[in-house]
């Protein structure tokens, strides 16, 4: 696969799983629940804690696989800023 399309596919795939966390965290947020007054409905917690708790780790291992996949950009940009250069990359 051609890596621009592998990086495009990787971050369309972490913006998935981020924003599955995230609304099942939100969901598993009683506080957040109760001051919205859904906390009388019915919501299968055990079935969003799962949800969460696998996306939490599916976005985990495409942010390491992001970095690994950028890892010669990061060294190239923490090469510069250490050293002071000013040009840009």
Known sequence: MDRNKLLYATNVLMGFFFITSFVTGLLKFTLLLRLSGLNR?????AL??????????MLGLLVLFHLYMNRRWIIAMTRKIVHGSKTDT
């Open 48 to 57: 969003i804690s799962d949800i969460h708790d696998l996306s939490g780790i």
């Open 41 to 45: 409905l019915l919501l299968p917690s």
